[in-house]
């Protein structure tokens, strides 16, 4: 009997294996465990056992029906498992849909990554107001006052504003030097901040000029800094903003506020200095003016230009934005085109 | 500006074989910014000078001719052309294949190519000269004239750059970058600077010989605005072409020779940088003085325009009256004539800001004001009086000086200036020796003693009228004389004691990133005036709004006092191309009030703030989902951005609001702003089409930044909370506000919390009424909640909305 039993028992086990569906394990269970199934029948022969191997004997056939429902149950928990509930059709090429579709002005997102780089550096983050006087456009900034500047900025003056006294004759900022003027006032040297924000000239647009723009000016003062200073910081904010090292080079320029000033160039990232129709051949390409603020301006901003100095730069994000991305025309920026903005993530 | 290389070589001797890649490299790295260096060769590439042997007509053509041409490679070529003046034996500009030109002088550049007109087969083209660019300097004096190059005698084959010798390069400088040195425009000037970064040697002109009479006159009056004035009369000269050099010279800096009267005066303010002019001297009554016009004088000037002047202004003038606008422009009747005999010739120095100002009052600036409003030093008229003097005698041999005065009242002060060794050497962060700082100041013209740690520093003539004036600008001399790109960069070596922490920057940068990232809108960027337009339709009262003087455009000149005008600007134009869509922008707004500044106490300036403003515009959904997202994108803001949280009130309706359907933002009791449904008739104003357009506008400058993150830790409860939903009816006009004050008084402690979820008017419903499906969080400290209890708790509820609003059950 006990052979028997095995013999069952592998049998059950065997077809148990082979099942693919649970409609065979169900035919497995009645045929073996069911009323007529071959253990029931067994069962019924027990009585014909030798009376001494009788409890035993039930024992295992106890077992054995154990053993093949506790199979049976596994068959059936690893074939739900194995079944898809999709379809073998099932097109895993297709695209995702979009998150919620938005994002920042590639500008704001420049800006963010200067100050982000900044503000590892120490740097503070000061904002400023758009309208101010001629006092802290022009005044405070060394520009004498028949300085063509002031009329070759073809300032945005204000209706009714736009005469008398230097501290009431207000305009649209040419520019965010007189900002920066502002803070020295108001804070204590030495100072590490920069400047983002929106300047307006009163000019005919293409698409290399616009009537409002971003800068991006970055000042530094303290006491003992050399005009090469500026190089190693302009260097490393280039390349953090660029993901790369951008060799930098600064030649002569002159711009009232600062002495000596500077014309900074970065290699050009789309030849890596080979040239090309960029950076029109030559390998460079002008990003901002930068130098030591005027003895005049530190004056302006109530410090002693004989102790202290320092290193500013102006950044021209429109033009680092249009490197960037490749952008050919800067009036895209205020267009407010959907088109056009959502394309920078 | 555009500088001729081989006129530079008159001054300094460059070597021939000079790299002109590093020259403008040099020039751009130490001076002034080289835009470009041209060949000028290369605009002729492909011509060459042609000889007409024969001209037939065409057979099918009236107006063609059919030309045998030598143009020098031993085959005679067949050239159809259209030219009125052709001749057999005349030299001419043949443009063989290759060679790019206009035809007549216009358009877009062609490439030359074998082809055939009218049936003729044409080997390439017979030039007229503004067909090759040569228009200014070969005028023609009819239309269809070809160059004739018979003067020029050269044989057939003669590229046309070699046989007009303008194998020349041109320097292209950008006038941007060197504003601030008055001393370098002109040719003399940068081949100044060339010797002195290169260390070649320096012609010099020799000083004019004058020997005349003495008692011609020149009066200055003003001599603030007229430091120099040196005035030469001369007899035997006549109106006639200058020698083609001279012309070609001028022609290729980009000016249009004249003739020799006047192109004498132009090459010798090219060369020196300080402008001449030349009267008729017998159109000059009794002597010339300089000096402020009258009120209302009249003056004709050269170019047609008729002057009224004011007494800013500066003339030369003669018994009678101006005749010339000082160092802008000579006036129509006294300068060069036709029938000019006699001159007197004017080298003068002018104020700069005085010529800029009259330059630009009447919108006339010229080649001389461009100069002279740069600060040219009175010491050059000397040098462009020998200059003068010198072609004025080689063009007109027959020449006699009847008259000459030379008034230099206000000499030029050299500037002084004492430098501290230590900090020049700080400053530059290199310790150069006393020779070295010597040997850079002065080649370049600077007087130099050096005593102990100070050095006394005179700067030349040139480089004294205010380029040159703080010690600052003595070190950068030295520095670039040195070469930035020489000097070792070195690092900062400052320390702060803080940490930057700048909660309001951060808290706008965080409210942009949680509404573009978080919310899914696009930030947009918008100008700061408004379009009229927009102004009218959503702002309609323009009290208190700033204006521009000068706007961009006429219907542009309101400073924004809201930033919702041009969002629904933005709106408008991108409906063309989205049905769904929303945007920000965050930026300034100006109003006309207050007038104070907090930076300095004499400085008058409006109010100002920075504002964040939306726009959601939809096509697709309804009014109520709008109205939920854009309350649930105010509502989370505060939580995501780490401010002070927002409540919402219904205190004053924003005027391009509909009527029911905005609301007020406040920060506690301060109102930051408002919310609302743009109302149809604005949105119709605006042209907005077929969208419903949700607005919302906040003050940042009002929001306050938790000083940080406040939130607290509440502890999980212990036994589950149960969420139970009811639907009941109320009165169409219930608000959710009302209803959930309800329940939250009726608090028994185990209503957690009350949410709406929603709400429905229409179908089996009643009219006057409205559904709100409302879920109720019922849960207890001390227990796990029977069913039973739970459902004596929501019904607790429905009774007391019951009671209080008088809302039922729906009917299931």
Redesign the interface.
């Given at each position: 009997m006990k052979d028997k039993i095995e013999q069952i028992l592998s049998e059950a086990k065997a077809k148990i294996m082979e099942a693919t569906a649970e409609s065979e394990l169900q035919k497995v269970r009645s045929d073996f465990l069911g009323k007529q199934g071959a253990l029931a029948l067994l069962l019924k022969e027990l009585p014909t056992v030798e009376v001494s191997l009788r409890p035993e004997m039930g024992k295992i056939l106890n077992q054995a029906k154990a053993k093949v429902t506790e199979l049976i149950e596994e068959k059936k928990t690893e074939l739900k498992l194995k079944a898809s509930e999709v379809s073998p059709d099932f097109d895993c090429t297709v695209p995702g849909t979009m998150p919620a579709n938005g994002g920042l002005h590639p500008i704001t997102q420049m800006c963010y990554d200067l100050n982000d780089a900044f503000r590892s550096m120490g740097f503070e983050v000061f904002q400023e107001d758009d309208i101010t006087s001629e006092l802290y456009a022009f005044d405070k900034l060394n520009f004498p006052p028949n300085h063509p500047a002031r009329e070759s900025m073809d300032t945005y003056w204000l209706e009714g504003h736009d005469s008398g006294a230097t501290n009431e004759k207000l305009c649209l900022r040419p520019h965010l030097t007189g900002g920066s003027v502002r803070y020295m006032q108001t804070h204590k040297p030495p100072y590490r901040f920069v400047y983002p924000g929106r300047v307006y000239r009163n000019e005919t647009t293409d698409a290399h000029h616009e009537r409002a723009f971003f800068q991006y000016e970055a000042l530094i003062v303290d006491k003992d800094i050399t005009f090469t200073s500026g190089k190693v910081l302009i260097q490393s904010i280039l390349s953090k903003v660029f993901g790369t090292e951008v060799p930098v080079r600064m030649r002569s320029g002159f711009f009232p506020f600062v002495e000596p000033g500077f014309e900074i160039d970065m290699q050009c990232q789309v030849c890596g200095g080979k040239g090309c129709s960029v950076c029109k051949h030559v390998g460079w390409i002008e990003v901002m003016p930068g130098g030591s603020p005027h003895p005049n301006v530190l004056r302006a901003a109530g410090l002693d230009p004989d102790e202290y100095t320092g290193f500013y730069v102006n950044i021209g994000l429109d033009r680092l934005v249009m490197m960037r991305y490749g952008v050919d025309d800067v009036r895209l920026f205020h267009s407010a085109d959907l088109r056009f903005l959502s394309q920078f993530r | 500006m555009k500088l001729s290389l081989s006129w530079i070589k008159d001054y300094v001797s460059l070597p021939d074989d000079t790299d002109l890649k590093k020259l403008a490299y040099d020039l751009?790295?130490?001076?002034?910014?080289v835009e470009d260096v041209e060949y000028i060769g290369k605009r002729f590439e492909n011509m060459v000078v042609g000889v007409i042997k024969e001209v037939n007509p065409h057979p099918d053509a009236d107006k063609l001719r059919v030309c045998t041409v030598d143009i020098g490679d031993g085959e005679d070529k067949t050239i159809v052309c259209g030219g009125i003046n052709l001749e057999a034996g005349m030299r001419v500009a043949v443009s063989v294949p290759g060679a790019v030109v206009r035809w007549h002088g216009e358009g877009e550049p062609v490439v030359i190519k074998k082809s055939k007109l009218r049936g003729v087969e044409s080997y390439g083209m017979i030039c007229a000269s503004d067909e090759i660019g040569l228009g200014d300097l070969f005028p023609s004096s009819q239309e269809a004239e070809i160059l004739d190059l018979s003067a020029f005698d050269v044989p057939a084959g003669t590229p046309i750059a070699e046989a007009l010798g303008l194998d020349d390069v041109l320097l292209e400088i950008d006038n941007k970058?060197?504003?601030?040195?008055p001393d370098l425009w002109g040719h003399y000037g940068i081949a100044r600077e060339i010797a002195a970064l290169y260390k070649l040697p320096l012609k010099k002109f020799e000083p004019a010989q004058i020997d005349a009479p003495s008692d011609f006159k020149v009066e200055i009056i003003d001599t603030d605005r007229c430091p120099r004035y040196i005035g030469v009369e001369m007899e035997g000269v006549e109106v006639k072409p200058s020698p083609f050099e001279m012309q070609s010279r001028i022609w290729r800096v980009g000016m249009r020779p004249i003739n020799a009267l006047v192109d004498i005066t132009n090459y010798v303010m090219l060369a020196t940088g300080n402008p001449t002019h030349a009267f008729d001297a017998d159109n000059i009554k009794d002597h010339i003085r300089v000096r402020r016009a009258e009120k209302n004088e009249k003056l004709l000037l050269l170019n047609g325009k008729d002057l009224e002047l004011c007494e800013d202004d500066l003339v030369i003038a003669d018994g009678e009256g101006a005749v010339a606008l000082a160092g802008v422009m000579g006036g129509a009747k006294d300068s060069i004539l036709p029938k000019t005999e006699r001159v007197i010739l004017e080298v003068a120095n002018f104020e700069s800001?005085g010529i800029?100002?009259t330059a630009?009052r009447y919108d006339n600036r010229t080649e001389a004001s461009s100069r002279y409003?740069k600060a040219v030093d009175p010491e050059r008229c000397d040098q462009a009086l020998a200059l003068s003097i010198r072609y004025f005698k080689e063009l007109y041999p027959g020449l006699k000086i009847t008259g000459y005065c030379d008034k230099y009242e206000k000499k030029l002060q050299r500037a002084e200036i004492d430098v501290n060794l230590t900090?020049l050497a700080?400053?530059?962060?290199?310790d150069l020796t006393h020779d070295e700082i010597r040997s850079k100041l002065e080649i370049l013209g600077f007087d130099v003693a050096i005593e102990g740690d100070s050095m006394h520093v005179i700067a030349p003539t040139w480089r004294s009228t205010g380029d040159i004036s703080?010690k600052?600008?003595v070190?950068?001399e030295v520095?670039?004389m040195y070469g930035?790109?020489n000097?070792?960069?070195?690092?900062?070596?400052?320390s702060?004691d803080h940490a930057?922490n700048?909660k309001d920057?951060s808290l706008v940068?965080n409210i942009?990133?949680y509404?573009?990232?978080?919310?899914?809108?696009?930030?947009?960027?918008?100008?700061?005036w408004m379009n009229d337009v927009f102004v009218n339709a959503v702002i309609g009262d323009t009290k208190g709004v700033?204006?521009?003087?000068?706007?961009?455009a006429p219907d542009l000149?309101y400073?924004r006092s809201t930033l919702l005008p041009?969002l629904c600007?933005?709106v408008v134009?991108?409906e063309r191309?989205?049905d769904d869509?929303?945007?920000f922008e965050e930026?300034?707004v100006?109003f006309d009030e207050d007038y104070t500044?907090?930076?300095?106490e004499?400085?008058?300036?409006?109010k100002?703030r920075?504002n964040i403003a939306a726009a959601f515009a939809t096509g697709t959904r309804k009014l109520n989902d709008l109205f939920r997202e854009v309350k649930g994108v105010l509502e989370f803001m505060p939580r995501y951005t780490h401010m002070e949280g927002f409540t919402f009130r219904k205190e004053t309706k924003p005027v391009w609001a509909d009527n029911v359907v905005w609301q007020n933002i406040y920060v506690g009791d301060v109102k930051v702003g408002d919310m609302g449904l743009l109302d149809k008739k604005v949105s119709m104003e605006c042209g907005i089409k077929n969208l419903s357009v949700m607005l919302f506008e906040i003050d940042t400058t009002l929001l306050k930044p938790l000083i940080s993150r406040t939130n607290r830790f509440t502890h999980l409860a212990e036994y589950p909370e149960t969420d139970y939903d009811i639907s009941m009816l109320f009165d169409s006009s219930a608000t959710w506000e009302e209803i959930k004050e309800v329940i939250v008084k009726k608090e028994s402690g185990i209503i957690k919390n009350a949410s709406f979820v929603d709400e429905y008017r229409g179908k089996q419903i009643p009219a006057g009424k409205k559904s709100v499906t409302i879920r109720l969080t019922i849960g207890s400290k001390e227990k796990t909640l029977t069913s039973e209890e739970i459902e004596n708790a929501a019904n607790s509820v429905m009774k007391q909305l019951n009671k209080r609003m008088g809302a039922e059950l729906r009917a299931q």
């Amino acid at each position: 009997m006990k052979d028997k039993i095995e013999q069952i028992l592998s049998e059950a086990k065997a077809k148990i294996m082979e099942a693919t569906a649970e409609s065979e394990l169900q035919k497995v269970r009645s045929d073996f465990l069911g009323k007529q199934g071959a253990l029931a029948l067994l069962l019924k022969e027990l009585p014909t056992v030798e009376v001494s191997l009788r409890p035993e004997m039930g024992k295992i056939l106890n077992q054995a029906k154990a053993k093949v429902t506790e199979l049976i149950e596994e068959k059936k928990t690893e074939l739900k498992l194995k079944a898809s509930e999709v379809s073998p059709d099932f097109d895993c090429t297709v695209p995702g849909t979009m998150p919620a579709n938005g994002g920042l002005h590639p500008i704001t997102q420049m800006c963010y990554d200067l100050n982000d780089a900044f503000r590892s550096m120490g740097f503070e983050v000061f904002q400023e107001d758009d309208i101010t006087s001629e006092l802290y456009a022009f005044d405070k900034l060394n520009f004498p006052p028949n300085h063509p500047a002031r009329e070759s900025m073809d300032t945005y003056w204000l209706e009714g504003h736009d005469s008398g006294a230097t501290n009431e004759k207000l305009c649209l900022r040419p520019h965010l030097t007189g900002g920066s003027v502002r803070y020295m006032q108001t804070h204590k040297p030495p100072y590490r901040f920069v400047y983002p924000g929106r300047v307006y000239r009163n000019e005919t647009t293409d698409a290399h000029h616009e009537r409002a723009f971003f800068q991006y000016e970055a000042l530094i003062v303290d006491k003992d800094i050399t005009f090469t200073s500026g190089k190693v910081l302009i260097q490393s904010i280039l390349s953090k903003v660029f993901g790369t090292e951008v060799p930098v080079r600064m030649r002569s320029g002159f711009f009232p506020f600062v002495e000596p000033g500077f014309e900074i160039d970065m290699q050009c990232q789309v030849c890596g200095g080979k040239g090309c129709s960029v950076c029109k051949h030559v390998g460079w390409i002008e990003v901002m003016p930068g130098g030591s603020p005027h003895p005049n301006v530190l004056r302006a901003a109530g410090l002693d230009p004989d102790e202290y100095t320092g290193f500013y730069v102006n950044i021209g994000l429109d033009r680092l934005v249009m490197m960037r991305y490749g952008v050919d025309d800067v009036r895209l920026f205020h267009s407010a085109d959907l088109r056009f903005l959502s394309q920078f993530r | 500006m555009k500088l001729s290389l081989s006129w530079i070589k008159d001054y300094v001797s460059l070597p021939d074989d000079t790299d002109l890649k590093k020259l403008a490299y040099d020039l751009t790295m130490d001076t002034v910014e080289v835009e470009d260096v041209e060949y000028i060769g290369k605009r002729f590439e492909n011509m060459v000078v042609g000889v007409i042997k024969e001209v037939n007509p065409h057979p099918d053509a009236d107006k063609l001719r059919v030309c045998t041409v030598d143009i020098g490679d031993g085959e005679d070529k067949t050239i159809v052309c259209g030219g009125i003046n052709l001749e057999a034996g005349m030299r001419v500009a043949v443009s063989v294949p290759g060679a790019v030109v206009r035809w007549h002088g216009e358009g877009e550049p062609v490439v030359i190519k074998k082809s055939k007109l009218r049936g003729v087969e044409s080997y390439g083209m017979i030039c007229a000269s503004d067909e090759i660019g040569l228009g200014d300097l070969f005028p023609s004096s009819q239309e269809a004239e070809i160059l004739d190059l018979s003067a020029f005698d050269v044989p057939a084959g003669t590229p046309i750059a070699e046989a007009l010798g303008l194998d020349d390069v041109l320097l292209e400088i950008d006038n941007k970058s060197m504003t601030n040195r008055p001393d370098l425009w002109g040719h003399y000037g940068i081949a100044r600077e060339i010797a002195a970064l290169y260390k070649l040697p320096l012609k010099k002109f020799e000083p004019a010989q004058i020997d005349a009479p003495s008692d011609f006159k020149v009066e200055i009056i003003d001599t603030d605005r007229c430091p120099r004035y040196i005035g030469v009369e001369m007899e035997g000269v006549e109106v006639k072409p200058s020698p083609f050099e001279m012309q070609s010279r001028i022609w290729r800096v980009g000016m249009r020779p004249i003739n020799a009267l006047v192109d004498i005066t132009n090459y010798v303010m090219l060369a020196t940088g300080n402008p001449t002019h030349a009267f008729d001297a017998d159109n000059i009554k009794d002597h010339i003085r300089v000096r402020r016009a009258e009120k209302n004088e009249k003056l004709l000037l050269l170019n047609g325009k008729d002057l009224e002047l004011c007494e800013d202004d500066l003339v030369i003038a003669d018994g009678e009256g101006a005749v010339a606008l000082a160092g802008v422009m000579g006036g129509a009747k006294d300068s060069i004539l036709p029938k000019t005999e006699r001159v007197i010739l004017e080298v003068a120095n002018f104020e700069s800001t005085g010529i800029r100002r009259t330059a630009l009052r009447y919108d006339n600036r010229t080649e001389a004001s461009s100069r002279y409003e740069k600060a040219v030093d009175p010491e050059r008229c000397d040098q462009a009086l020998a200059l003068s003097i010198r072609y004025f005698k080689e063009l007109y041999p027959g020449l006699k000086i009847t008259g000459y005065c030379d008034k230099y009242e206000k000499k030029l002060q050299r500037a002084e200036i004492d430098v501290n060794l230590t900090w020049l050497a700080k400053r530059l962060g290199k310790d150069l020796t006393h020779d070295e700082i010597r040997s850079k100041l002065e080649i370049l013209g600077f007087d130099v003693a050096i005593e102990g740690d100070s050095m006394h520093v005179i700067a030349p003539t040139w480089r004294s009228t205010g380029d040159i004036s703080i010690k600052d600008d003595v070190m950068e001399e030295v520095a670039r004389m040195y070469g930035y790109d020489n000097f070792e960069a070195t690092s900062f070596n400052t320390s702060f004691d803080h940490a930057i922490n700048q909660k309001d920057i951060s808290l706008v940068r965080n409210i942009k990133e949680y509404l573009a990232i978080r919310c899914g809108m696009q930030e947009v960027y918008t100008y700061p005036w408004m379009n009229d337009v927009f102004v009218n339709a959503v702002i309609g009262d323009t009290k208190g709004v700033l204006r521009l003087s000068t706007p961009p455009a006429p219907d542009l000149s309101y400073l924004r006092s809201t930033l919702l005008p041009n969002l629904c600007e933005a709106v408008v134009k991108n409906e063309r191309y989205f049905d769904d869509f929303s945007i920000f922008e965050e930026a300034q707004v100006f109003f006309d009030e207050d007038y104070t500044s907090p930076y300095d106490e004499s400085e008058k300036l409006p109010k100002q703030r920075r504002n964040i403003a939306a726009a959601f515009a939809t096509g697709t959904r309804k009014l109520n989902d709008l109205f939920r997202e854009v309350k649930g994108v105010l509502e989370f803001m505060p939580r995501y951005t780490h401010m002070e949280g927002f409540t919402f009130r219904k205190e004053t309706k924003p005027v391009w609001a509909d009527n029911v359907v905005w609301q007020n933002i406040y920060v506690g009791d301060v109102k930051v702003g408002d919310m609302g449904l743009l109302d149809k008739k604005v949105s119709m104003e605006c042209g907005i089409k077929n969208l419903s357009v949700m607005l919302f506008e906040i003050d940042t400058t009002l929001l306050k930044p938790l000083i940080s993150r406040t939130n607290r830790f509440t502890h999980l409860a212990e036994y589950p909370e149960t969420d139970y939903d009811i639907s009941m009816l109320f009165d169409s006009s219930a608000t959710w506000e009302e209803i959930k004050e309800v329940i939250v008084k009726k608090e028994s402690g185990i209503i957690k919390n009350a949410s709406f979820v929603d709400e429905y008017r229409g179908k089996q419903i009643p009219a006057g009424k409205k559904s709100v499906t409302i879920r109720l969080t019922i849960g207890s400290k001390e227990k796990t909640l029977t069913s039973e209890e739970i459902e004596n708790a929501a019904n607790s509820v429905m009774k007391q909305l019951n009671k209080r609003m008088g809302a039922e059950l729906r009917a299931q």
